[in-house]
């Protein structure tokens, strides 16, 4: 009897082990897919949680396409962290395409961007995603949006294309699916004028039904480049028939639309003289107001021809006649040319002087397009999950910010309201960012922290963008306190 207990006390004891041993084995095989991905993101709070989560997924995940996405979000919310990762996984994984690839889509040079995509090219040669880090890097070269300095638009890029000509043929002739690569191809031989090559280009793209290749306008560019100057004319003069008839121009409008669109065909298909002349012939024409704007485009186009003499004079001329976009000039690829100028400096300030002359204005103008209605009532849950209801506020100015997380134009006016909340936000004052459109609310609690922004964040809904009859965003609704 004795013996007996004993053996089931042995028994239990290891049947015990085993359930832990099960339990254990099941924690460490833990699946990284992206419906856990998904899961984990909703129920984060903290942008340590944030980073941790990143961190964790990026280390396990095998799939290609989840680490894309992971790679993406953390760059978003921990740009540093993110590139050195990426950076150390590539120094200890230097026989690896993947590597190559992954680090090469997060480094922040371009340069560096293509060494690494020629690299995996070379180890990797008919992976299509060698092809998508160099041509997706020179497509961000030829926009200029990659904070490139001026002498690597200048002088580094016609260099660096010419090294990977034989890559850009090898995308034109064995295209992965769906054809987006080719639209960097189609730019890669107008700017080389080989404009034979961009319209295989563009008929293959066309075919295989890629979105970029839909629209004829590529067409008008092609026309431009190979200077069929009556076949472009013909086709601008429809597009602008078509823009009247769709009410999109006024018929009084219609020379202007004609003109600077035939211009901006003709610089995109690198014609830049004729576009020059054509908005030249334009200005003669055109209110004050309008010569701004012009003389500003043909400040482009002179900087995008090599004339950086010609374009600050024109810029001179924009600002003279009331531009006021400073910081757009700034950031505007087109003008890295200028920025060495002496007089690049002095005609910034007076764009800024010109949009603190307007500011009346504008302000002027935005009271004009109050509406006279009452506000729809909402009850909308807060980052702790407290509700927030409007009727609650009666008697305040709402500020209602409706936003996403992935809307650059969004983010890039959050400084401006947060700087408004600082000064005026209180007891009569609530200003609410209004989160909406989003995959992973938990991404907006942790851009709020990130930035340590003060406005106050609101979870939104479809049912709510229905009601504020918002159809894109940014969105910026102002309730008085009458409601």
């Known amino acids: 009897m004795m013996r007996l207990r004993s053996m089931w006390r042995w028994s239990r004891t290891v049947l015990f082990a085993t359930s832990v041993l099960l339990l254990v084995s099941a924690c460490s095989q833990k699946t990284y897919d992206k419906a856990g991905y998904d899961k984990e993101m909703a129920d984060v709070e903290t942008l340590q949680e944030y980073i941790d989560l990143h961190r964790t997924y990026a280390k396990h995940v095998e799939d290609l396409n989840l680490q894309r996405i992971i790679q993406d979000n953390w760059e978003e919310m921990d740009e540093d ?53 160099l041509l997706g890097t020179y497509n961000q070269m030829f926009r200029h949006s990659r904070d490139l300095k001026p002498e690597e638009v200048l002088v580094t890029l016609p260099t660096m294309l010419k090294e990977d000509d034989a890559h850009f043929h090898y995308v034109l002739e064995n295209t992965p699916a769906g054809g987006e690569l080719l639209s960097t191809v189609f730019q890669y031989f107008l700017y080389t004028e080989r404009s034979v090559l961009s319209v295989k280009a563009l008929n293959k793209a066309r075919d295989m039904g890629a979105r970029w290749a839909q629209n004829d306008d ?116 087109d003008l890295y040319a200028l920025h060495g100028s002496d007089q690049w400096e002095p005609t910034l300030e007076l764009m800024a002087a010109n949009a603190g ?101 609101l979870f939104g809904s479809d049912d709510i963008t229905k009601l504020y009859e918002v159809t894109g965003i940014p969105t910026l609704v102002v309730i008085g306190p009458d409601g």
């Open 81 to 133: 962290g993110a590139r050195e990762f990426y950076r150390k996984h590539y120094e200890t994984h230097r026989d690896s395409p993947e590597a190559a690839y992954l680090y090469g889509r997060i480094v922040d040079d371009a340069g560096r961007a293509i060494e690494l995509a020629r690299e995996t090219i070379r180890a990797k040669p008919e992976w299509e995603y060698g092809y998508r880090l």
């Open 218 to 333: 590529r067409y008008g560019i092609i026309f431009a480049a190979q200077r069929q100057d009556d076949k472009l004319r013909t086709a601008v003069n429809q597009e602008a028939d078509r823009a009247v008839e769709a009410g999109r121009v006024k018929p009084e409008e219609r020379n202007d639309y004609y003109l600077q669109s035939l211009a901006s065909y003709y610089a995109d298909g690198f014609q830049y003289g004729q576009a020059i002349e054509i908005l030249s012939q334009l200005v003669k024409q055109s209110s004050r107001e309008e010569q701004a704007y012009l003389y500003y485009n043909l400040a482009c186009f002179a900087a995008r021809a090599g004339d950086a003499d010609k374009a600050i004079r024109y810029l001179e001329k924009a600002a003279n006649k009331g531009y006021t976009e400073a910081d757009w000039a700034r950031k505007d690829g």
């Open 357 to 457: 002359n307007n500011m009346d204005a504008k302000k002027r103008e935005a009271l004009a397009e109050k509406i006279e209605k009452d506000a729809p009532g909402w009850t909308l849950m807060d980052a702790s999950g407290n509700p927030v209801t409007l009727s609650d506020l009666q008697g305040s100015v709402v500020v209602l910010d409706f936003w996403a997380t992935w809307c650059g134009p969004c983010r890039m006016a959050m400084p401006e309201i947060n700087e408004f909340t600082r000064e005026h936000g209180g007891d009569k004052v609530h200003v609410y960012s209004v989160n909406v459109w989003e995959n992973a609310p938990g991404k907006a609690r942790v851009f709020m922290e990130k930035h340590d922004y003060e406005m106050t964040l």
